[in-house]
Every structure is written in C-alpha cells, then in structure tokens.
C-alpha cells in the first residue's frame, strides 16, 4: 500500500493510544521543542479524545502576543493546511497543521485549543503547548537534528512495523527515548539504556539510526509515536521529532475485503511522501 499524505477529516476510532484515558475532550499535543529549518515545512500535531468538533484552533505565543495560525471552522490563513481535510477517510480526530515556508517570526509556541462557538474564545486557558525553534540559514547554532520522515504507517495485526528515526549533529549528554502519545498520558516505549516494551527492538544500523521495530503489532499499538532527546544536566527534554503516526487495522477476514481495502487507501491518499508496508 502507498500511503500519502493528503489531508483528511475528522472521527474517533476508539480506542487508540492517543485516547486511553477516555472521550474526555482532551487534547493532546506534544511538548517539544522542535526544530524546522528556514524556510522548510513545519508539522504541528494535535488530537482531541472523545467527539470531534470544528471548534477547534491554533493560537502562537511569543513574547506575551497571541496570534490565531488557523482555524477549523472559518478564515484564510498563507501558508498554513490541516494534516487532513474532511472530504477524506478520516483516521481519528486529528487536527495537525502543515506550516509551509517557516520564517524566523515563526519561531514561539503554539497551542491547540478548543474554543467557544459563540465568542470565539479559548474554553480553558493555554497549557505549555508545543515549542518550536526556527534554524535560521547559515547559522551555525543549533546544530542538532532529529529527523522522523515518516509521518503517517498504515498495518494490519501481527505486522513488524519500522519507525525510523536519524539523530544528526552533537547535542548535549543524554539518552534518546521513544514515547507513544502526548501529555501527562504520554506511555515510554523504548530506551536505548535502559527498559523498554518487550516487543520493541531497536535497528541501531549506525550511531545516528535511533529507529525501532514493533513486533506483533494489535490494534493497541496505534497512536503517534515521538523520538525524544533528554539533557541531563539540567534534566529536561531538550528536542523532540515531529512524530510518526501509526494506525493498525485488523486482519481482513477475506480477499474481498482486502482488495477493497488496498483500492480504498489509494483513493484516501493519491499523492505525497508514501510508506510502503505489505499487507497480509
């Protein structure tokens, strides 16, 4: 299957990693930082927990400013489109936003929230939301990067899945860990040092090849899974991949079925950046 990414719409498929803790209205976006280069492509991730609404946007903070980056229900916004559009199949309640041609002033923090239909206003206040820090061009700064090409996996039940992830450059003393989902129920996956899920494997084919394989994969597997770098002096988390989104789907019980699926995926993603996994 050739998986794309085009843009998709928006419906729960519970349950998923991402949504453990229940149709609470939660929404989950990572932490950060994260690093984009100049005018490259910024993907900013976000789920919600339990029914999906329009009534959703992305504010960014700097220097005590807020600036609305875009919104699901109206408004015009250069250079900003959602993951996925709603005339598509959609995978859950997804509203990640493509940032295309970061400049410097993209640099801040940016929060998902879900907002009041009538005023317009944010319905909780703003948590830490997600980081980012632009690398302007030719500044030799910054010179650490973790890089998560795959953005959307499709697999099916019982599959090894790869899921890949290339440290480059020298950052500062610390591990590298895997982490599935966002937030407070966010669940440690794989730690090159230390204990990790029985299933998970690490490739380690080079000294910047953190990528990891999923054996056996269940449908409880799926949910978006984050290649982190820690510091340890101070202790905190000091970058973060963009994330790799994993759906399993169950084993189709028939051929039939199974060729209706492969047909299905090629109409949902016609074009774009493609993960080839052999279905069963």
């Excluded at 990572?30 to 690093?35: I, K, R």
């Excluded at 959602?82 to 640099?107: G, W």
């Excluded at 500062?172 to 440690?188: D, K, M, T, V, Y």
Aim: proline share 5%; charged share 20%; with cysteine.
């Amino acid at each position: 299957v050739c998986v794309t990414l085009a843009s998709q719409g928006c419906k729960c498929l519970l349950p998923t990693s991402d949504q453990r803790n229940g149709c609470e209205g939660q929404v989950l976006q990572p932490e950060g930082p994260m690093l984009v280069a100049e005018g490259g492509t910024l993907l900013l991730r976000c789920t919600v927990t339990g029914s999906c609404t329009d009534m959703i946007k992305w504010v960014k903070v700097s220097n005590q400013d807020q600036q609305e980056i875009y919104n699901f229900r109206h408004g015009f916004f250069p250079g900003v489109m959602p993951m996925f559009q709603k005339a598509l199949e959609p995978l859950n309640c997804d509203y990640s936003i493509y940032i295309h041609n970061v400049t410097r002033e993209r640099a801040g923090t940016y929060h998902c929230v879900k907002f009041d239909g009538l005023s317009g206003h944010a319905e909780t206040k703003l948590d830490e939301g997600t980081s980012v820090l632009v690398k302007r061009l030719g500044d030799p700064e910054s010179d650490f990067w973790i890089i998560q090409p795959q953005e959307l996996v499709l697999a099916t039940t019982g599959d090894t899945v790869f899921l890949n992830c290339t440290v480059l450059g020298n950052g500062p003393f610390g591990p590298i860990r895997w982490f599935r989902g966002a937030g407070l129920s966010r669940e440690a996956i794989y730690n090159f040092r230390g204990i990790s899920y029985p299933n998970v494997t690490a490739v380690r084919a080079s000294n910047s090849d953190f990528s990891i394989l999923l054996h056996g994969i269940s449908t409880e597997d799926s949910g978006t899974y984050y290649c982190v770098k820690f510091q340890r002096k101070p202790n905190r988390q000091y970058l973060s991949g963009q994330g790799t989104r994993l759906r399993v789907k169950a084993k189709p019980i028939s051929p039939q079925e199974s060729e209706f699926t492969n047909e299905h995926a090629a109409k949902i993603f016609p074009s774009g950046k493609c993960t080839y996994l052999q279905w069963h």
